[in-house]
């Protein structure tokens, strides 16, 4: 099983800037760039929501929320997965979780129910 840890959060104003990380470790495949990661979010009231991921060959994909002001990256050897937000918004406050898992398609990309390892979650909140 893989083990991820996510920090970076925090309180910060319209138009600042975060960045998020996500250290995976435990039973992660030996070959590098072999699994999925991606972010998801989630506020009070609404369904999580994929944020950005990245195929095991490195194609990287956005939500619509983050399309424009999110940069995903990825630290193959430290296995690092790192989410750069910026021109942070009221509407990002959300609980941030890093997600893991083998090969996947990208029309499943951001459906939640097709990832295997989650993150406890980093909280981001955003005030006018």
């Known amino acids: 099983r893989v083990q991820l840890v996510e920090s970076g959060g925090g309180s910060v104003q319209t138009g600042d800037s975060l960045r998020l990380s996500c250290a995976a470790s435990g039973d992660t495949p030996t070959t590098p760039n072999s699994y999925c990661m991606g972010w998801f979010r989630q506020a009070p009231g609404k369904e999580r929501e994929g944020v950005a991921a990245?195929?095991?060959?490195?194609?990287?994909n956005y939500g619509d929320s983050a399309r424009g002001r999110f940069t995903l990256s990825r630290d193959v050897d430290k296995k690092i997965l790192y989410l750069e937000m910026s021109d942070l918004k009221p509407d990002d406050t959300a609980m941030y979780y890093c997600a893991a898992r083998g090969a996947i398609t990208r029309d499943l990309m951001f459906l939640p129910e097709h990832w295997t390892n989650w993150g406890q979650g980093t909280q981001v909140t955003v005030s006018s």
């Open positions: 990245t195929t095991s060959t490195g194609d990287i």
